[in-house]
C-alpha cells in the first residue's frame, strides 16, 4: 500500500465525532475569515502581477476550515472556500492546455456537456444543433444535427439522440453514422461511455451496451433480462439501479452479462413505489470509487468496501437546484458535481489529494482530463 492509498485509508477510517461542535465555533469562523480576507489582501496582489505574464492555469488559494490536504474529510458542515484565481482543478500538463471559445459563429452561446478522454468536447447550443471540439481546442464545428441529449464522447466516436427521435446514433472518427441502440434509446436515462463501449437504455428501462458504433445488444443477469437504469460505468462494470421490485444497485459485467454483486440502494436513493413520481439522482464511477448525488449531496463509496462512505462536502445540500439540473462526471482521480442551468458552480472532489473545492463555472472530469469555465471561454488539459 503506498503513501495515497494509506492516506485514503485513514480518512474513509475517520470518525465524525472528531470535529465535534463546541461553544464558540461560529466566534472561532468570523475570526478565521478575518484572517483569510487580510492574507488575500496581501497576497492577491502579488500573485496577480505574476499571473498576468503568464497562462491563466489552475491554482487556488488555501481555504480554512477544511480538511489537512491529502485526506478525505468527514465534515458535517461545508469547507470555507475562497475565491480561485484561474482554475480549482489543482496542477495540470501546461502544454496541453486549450482554449474553447464559449461563442458559437454568430454569437449563441456554446454550452459543453461531454468530455472524451482524449480532450474532445461536445456540447450543444439553445437551438439543440449538436457541437464539437477536438483534443486542440478552438471554435466549436457543427455536426450538422440537432440533438435532445445522450451526448458523449468516446475514443474515435460521438453519440447523440436525435431531437424527437428515439434512436441512439453513433458517428466514428472516419464519419460514418449508425443506429446503435437495438431497440431504441431515450435522452431521459443516461448515456455513458468507458473503455470504448456505450452503455445506455431504451424506452423501457432495459439498459444495453454497444462496442464503439457497432450495433449494441441488451444485457442480462444470469440469463433474463436486465431491468433497470445504468446510472454509472467503469469499464467492464455497468452499475444498474432498479429501485422498485428488487431495490438493489447491481454491478453488471457488460463483457459477460454476469452480476458481479449486489448492494443495497445508495443513501439517499428511495424505493420507488407505484404512482410516486421517480427518483432524480445521478452517479459516476471509476476503477477504484462509486460517487452519487441525490438531494444536493454528494458521496462517494470504496468500491474494495462499499461501507467505507464520505460525504466529501458534508451533508449540506449544494445549492437550491432542482435535482434534474446537475451532472455528476468522473475522471482518473476528479469527482466533479456541476449545476447545469441558473448561476453554473460546480463541486470538485480530488481524491488524492483530498482537497476539496467549489469553482463558480462549470466543470467536467474524463479520465486523466478536465474541463472548466474562465469568463468567456473553457479551458481543457491533462492532469498531472
Not at 461553544?23 to 469562523?29: I, K, L, Q, T, Y
Not at 484561474?86 to 501546461?94: K, T, W
Not at 431504441?184 to 423501457?204: C, E, F, K, R, S
Amino acid at each position: 500500500m503506498n503513501g495515497i492509498e494509506e492516506r485514503l485509508k485513514a480518512a474513509f477510517d475517520a470518525r465524525s465525532e472528531a470535529v465535534r461542535p463546541r461553544p464558540g465555533v461560529r466566534a472561532d469562523n468570523a475570526r478565521r475569515l478575518r484572517r483569510a480576507k487580510a492574507r488575500r489582501a496581501m497576497v492577491v496582489p502579488a500573485v496577480a502581477v505574476a499571473a498576468a505574464a503568464a497562462v491563466a492555469l489552475p491554482f487556488t488559494l488555501l481555504k480554512t476550515g477544511d480538511a489537512p490536504r491529502g485526506t478525505l474529510s468527514t465534515r458535517s458542515e461545508p469547507p470555507l472556500v475562497y475565491e480561485s484565481l484561474a482554475s480549482p482543478l489543482g496542477p495540470v500538463d501546461r502544454a496541453s492546455v486549450v482554449s474553447i471559445p464559449e461563442r458559437l459563429p454568430g454569437g449563441t452561446a456554446f454550452r459543453p456537456e461531454a468530455l472524451g478522454p482524449d480532450g474532445t468536447v461536445l456540447g450543444r447550443s439553445p437551438d439543440a444543433r449538436v457541437w464539437q471540439v477536438g483534443p486542440r481546442g478552438g471554435t466549436p464545428r457543427s455536426l450538422g444535427v440537432r440533438a435532445d441529449g445522450g451526448l458523449t464522447a468516446g475514443p474515435g466516436f460521438v453519440t447523440w439522440i436525435r431531437q424527437g427521435g428515439w434512436d441512439l446514433t453513433c458517428r466514428s472518427a472516419d464519419g460514418r453514422t449508425q443506429i446503435v441502440s437495438p431497440q431504441g434509446a431515450t435522452a431521459a436515462l443516461p448515456v455513458l461511455t468507458d473503455g470504448g463501449t456505450i452503455v445506455a437504455g431504451d424506452p423501457m428501462e432495459q439498459p444495453f451496451a454497444a462496442r464503439g458504433c457497432a450495433t449494441g445488444r441488451l444485457l442480462s443477469g444470469h440469463g433474463k433480462p436486465a431491468f433497470g437504469t445504468a446510472k454509472a460505468f467503469a469499464h467492464p462494470t455497468a452499475f444498474v439501479v432498479e429501485p422498485s421490485n428488487d431495490r438493489v444497485l447491481r454491478e453488471v459485467d457488460v463483457t459477460t452479462d454476469g452480476i458481479v454483486r449486489e448492494h443495497p440502494l445508495p443513501a439517499g436513493v428511495r424505493v420507488q413505489t407505484m404512482g410516486r413520481p421517480a427518483q432524480k439522482w445521478v452517479a459516476a464511477a471509476n476503477d477504484r470509487y462509486f460517487a452519487w448525488a441525490v438531494g444536493g449531496v454528494l458521496r462517494l463509496a470504496d468500491r474494495t468496501d462499499w461501507k467505507r462512505v464520505v460525504a466529501p462536502f458534508g451533508e449540506r445540500p449544494f445549492k437550491p437546484v432542482r435535482d434534474d439540473a446537475v451532472r455528476l462526471t468522473m475522471g482518473d482521480h476528479l469527482i466533479i458535481l456541476a449545476t447545469t442551468t441558473g448561476d453554473r458552480a460546480s463541486l470538485i472532489y480530488d481524491t488524492r489529494s483530498g482537497s476539496a473545492n467549489v469553482w463558480q463555472g462549470e466543470a467536467l472530469a474524463a479520465g486523466n482530463r478536465v474541463l472548466w469555465r474562465v469568463k468567456d471561454h473553457y479551458l481543457t488539459a491533462r492532469v498531472r
